[in-house]
């Protein structure tokens, strides 16, 4: 067998090993692709769905990539850019051939199984064998991380792990082997990364120091010339900056700018984060007992504008094959992981849900004064990716030092259940990962066949007895394509022209207070109601939806009737109502 025949056979069985641990640890949602999403009910995957449809929707009636939306946060509107423009750019070619729900898990299968074959390519890259680099991409593409904030939680931005590994096993691989393909591939792995996510641009180029350095160093020390290697990586650097630039000013465009949907959001992240703000973020930091202890009530579980899971958890059957493979070549990755682990718990270090520091570290103070964008860290569990490229490398390593190339496969497979079956039994993230169904509801198609123009309000705003916003309504939108007043940013999910209305203020005493029956006619007054009608009217509102199944059992009836004593209904679709919002008879 030749050896590109091989190299050909070992990544199909690769690819073939992880699509079946993939479905495990997703089912059922392999078996219900077109009806059912990868993702928790409450997480961000209605957003991500949203934001693939609103893509193809604004390129086909612009002609362009869209970076202003006036199809949400009616009636201000204003610039903006989806947050994972590459998820959207993947989900462009799979729109033109399946549906927006089967097309939004293949980006979601494509993104997991990209993790996947990322740390398998980034340990072959390194010189690994292949039973050791399966187990290596099994690590990284099962990591707590991805499990539970990228997947079960769908962060859409951090579900995009697998370009990290794919550039740093490129950047190996241009060390090694400087030329062309090596230069161009690095670079535009690099761009496509960073436009995955800033973060990971940020991350990922304060990690290429620490790994292209030692590789270097190796190159010298076997007396090869470094200049070759030098040179393809300035070439690198100029093609990452020739992709990466153009796209990301035109992103950051969206972010800063005066009327920006997510102004104010961008503009709080700018300060630096103290004490008291870290331990209200629950979710954004790691903690050393969170890489360790097992068991689900280790879940950090965060909720306001979606409900967010998180976990960095090792896994131990990890953890003690890279023990056993810390040895000279790859200890490099060792101290790739540790910096990693130390940048996640914060500048605060926390070492479990609470710091006994009362002032940062000097390395972050260092790292916010030396590296200026790290300013806009908040999120500091993302450095978490580097714990576990590292603990994939050595693990991998560990398996490579066993005898025949069948045992090493043999070792690796084995192994490889071990962390996907630690991640079902002890890993804090849920595993099958949590789904929901996705089906539009007909009162939603209806909306698109009705003859007046104008936004709409879909109610509930929350989901029961919980303040996570009932963010389904964005998906919603692709059936009827009207404008709905809910936002992206958590400090304002609703534009304060809606919040301030009397009619709206009014709806959620009826809806959600738990004294509305004794509030009386001093906060429900018919003529600020009426005015508030009249005020929606006029900023474009054309009707309310009120979506029954959403609502509290106990105040369905007196939901329904107060919307029916004050607007008029248009129809009725299994249970749910559609009511004209028309202030002509006020």
Same mark, same amino acid.
């Given at each position: 067998m030749t050896a590109r025949r091989r190299t050909v056979l070992e990544n199909l069985s690769a690819f073939g090993f992880y699509a079946l641990a993939l479905c495990a640890a997703s089912w059922p949602v392999p078996v219900e692709l077109a009806t059912r999403?990868?993702? &928790?009910?409450? /997480?961000?995957?209605?957003?991500?769905?949203?934001?693939?449809?609103? *893509?193809?929707?604004?390129?086909? %009636?612009?002609? #362009?990539?869209?970076? !202003?939306?006036?199809?949400?946060?009616?009636?201000?509107?204003?610039?903006? /850019? /989806?947050?994972?423009?590459?998820?959207?750019a993947v989900s462009l070619p799979l729109q033109v051939f399946l549906e927006l729900v089967p097309?939004?898990?293949?980006?979601?299968?494509?993104?997991?199984?990209?993790?996947?074959? =990322?740390?398998?390519? @980034?340990?072959?890259?390194?010189?690994?064998?292949?039973?050791?680099? @399966?187990?290596? =991409?099994?690590?990284?593409?099962?990591?707590?991380?991805?499990?539970?904030?990228?997947?079960? /939680?769908?962060?859409?931005? *951090?579900?995009?792990?697998?370009?990290?590994?794919?550039? @740093?096993a490129a950047m190996v691989w241009l060390v090694r082997r400087p030329g062309p393909l090596p230069a161009v591939a690095t670079g535009v792995l690099f761009a496509i990364t960073g436009l995955s996510s800033f973060y990971w641009a940020l991350i990922v180029g304060l990690l290429t120091p620490v790994v292209a350095l030692p590789a270097l160093l190796d190159r010298r020390r076997r007396g090869e010339k470094l200049g070759p290697a030098i040179v393809a990586a300035l070439a690198s650097i100029l093609v990452a900056a020739a992709v990466f630039t153009p796209f990301a000013l035109a992103l950051l465009d969206t972010y800063?700018?005066? &009327?920006?949907?997510?102004? !104010?959001?961008?503009?709080?992240? %700018?300060?630096?984060?103290?004490?008291?703000?870290?331990?209200?973020?629950?979710?954004?930091?790691a903690t050393v007992t969170g890489y360790l202890v097992p068991g689900p009530a280790r879940l950090k579980v965060h909720a306001d504008m979606d409900r967010l899971t998180q976990t960095t958890y090792l896994g131990w059957a990890a953890l003690m094959f890279a023990v056993f493979g810390f040895r000279r070549g790859v200890r490099r990755w060792a101290v790739v992981g540790f910096i990693g682990l130390v940048l996640s718990v914060g500048p605060f270090v926390f070492v479990d849900s609470t710091s006994f520091l009362d002032n940062p570290v000097w390395w972050w103070v260092s790292l916010r004064e030396w590296v200026p964008p790290s300013k806009m860290v908040t999120s500091y569990v993302r450095f978490s990716i580097w714990a576990f490229l590292g603990l994939g490398v050595l693990a991998a390593a560990a398996v490579d030092r066993l005898g025949s190339a069948r045992s090493r496969w043999t070792v690796g497979v084995l192994a490889s259940v071990a962390v996907v079956g630690e991640a079902f039994l002890l890993s804090p993230a849920v595993v099958p990962i949590p789904s929901a169904p996705a089906v539009v509801p007909e009162v939603s198609r209806q909306l698109a066949t009705l003859p007046r123009e104008g936004a709409v309000l879909d109610w509930p705003q929350r989901y029961s007895g919980e303040k996570v916003e009932l963010s389904r309504y964005f998906f919603y939108q692709s059936a009827h394509a009207r404008p709905i007043p809910y936002d992206f940013a958590p400090t304002s999910y609703m534009p304060g022209p809606i919040e #301030?209305?009397?009619?709206?203020?009014?709806?959620?005493?009826?809806?959600?207070? %738990?004294?509305?029956?004794?509030?009386? #006619?001093?906060?429900?007054?018919?003529?600020?109601?009426?005015?508030?009608?009249?005020?929606?009217?006029?900023?474009?509102?054309?009707?309310?939806?009120?979506? *029954?199944?959403?609502?509290?059992? #106990?105040?369905?009836?007196?939901? *329904?009737?107060?919307?029916?004593?004050?607007?008029?209904?248009?129809g009725m679709w299994d249970g749910d109502v559609i009511y004209s919002l028309d202030a002509t008879g006020y």
């Open positions: 999403v990868v993702g &928790d009910e409450r /997480s961000g995957a209605w957003r991500t769905l949203w934001a693939h449809w609103w *893509t193809k929707f604004r390129i086909l %009636q612009d002609g #362009s990539w869209p970076l !202003d939306a006036t199809e949400i946060a009616f009636p201000r509107g204003g610039a903006f /850019s /989806s947050i994972a423009p590459v998820n959207d097309a939004y898990n293949g980006v979601v299968y494509f993104h997991w199984m990209l993790a996947c074959m =990322g740390g398998w390519w @980034l340990a072959r890259a390194c010189g690994l064998k292949p039973g050791g680099a @399966l187990l290596a =991409g099994t690590i990284f593409g099962f990591n707590g991380f991805l499990l539970s904030y990228g997947l079960g /939680s769908a962060v859409v931005e *951090t579900n995009t792990q697998g370009w990290a590994a794919c550039f @740093l800063g700018a005066e &009327d920006a949907l997510l102004h !104010d959001y961008s503009v709080r992240k %700018q300060s630096f984060v103290q004490p008291e703000i870290m331990t209200g973020l629950a979710h954004d930091f #301030s209305n009397p009619f709206f203020l009014a709806l959620e005493i009826v809806t959600f207070g %738990q004294d509305y029956e004794t509030m009386g #006619s001093r906060e429900l007054a018919d003529l600020p109601i009426r005015r508030g009608i009249a005020d929606l009217d006029d900023m474009g509102f054309a009707y309310v939806v009120l979506h *029954t199944g959403f609502v509290e059992p #106990s105040r369905q009836e007196l939901v *329904t009737g107060w919307l029916d004593m004050w607007l008029e209904r248009v």
